[in-house]
């Protein structure tokens, strides 16, 4: 079993920003990829940003070159650095992780969502 809980949404104008964590707890015993996919009212989840173990993350056009993913291994946690926000960008944001269990069991596990809200 893995939970994953996350921290960090809010509410804020455009052109704030706001920090999102993701931590993972449970039966790890390691952690492939981490991302991070949100959902906006009456839209598809869409994938935001990914990280693979090695460090390397990969962004949505519509973010790249205002959010910035990233991961601490050793506290199991995925972190979305989210700059100039924009109204479009309102949405629940869900962590979403590749684990492979202490029994080596290999997994995916959602988040529960955190709400993000940007006024204009």
């Known amino acids: 079993q893995v939970q994953l809980v996350e921290s960090g949404g809010g509410a804020v104008q455009a052109g704030g920003s706001l920090r999102l964590s993701c931590a993972a707890s449970?039966?790890?015993?390691?952690?492939?990829?981490m991302a991070w996919w949100r959902q906006a009212p009456g839209k598809q989840r869409e994938l935001v940003a990914r990280?693979?173990?090695?460090?390397?993350?990969n962004y949505a056009d519509s973010v790249k070159g205002r959010f910035t993913i990233s991961r601490d291994n050793a506290k199991n946690t995925a972190y979305l650095q989210m700059n100039s926000l924009k109204p479009e960008d309102t949405a629940v944001y869900y962590c979403?992780?590749?684990?492979?269990?202490?029994?080596?069991?290999?997994?995916?596990?959602w988040g529960q969502g955190t709400q993000v809200t940007v006024s204009s």
């Open positions: 449970g039966s790890i015993f390691r952690i492939n990829a």
């Open positions: 990280i693979e173990s090695g460090g390397y993350g």
């Open positions: 979403n992780v590749d684990v492979v269990s202490t029994t080596r069991a290999q997994f995916n596990a």
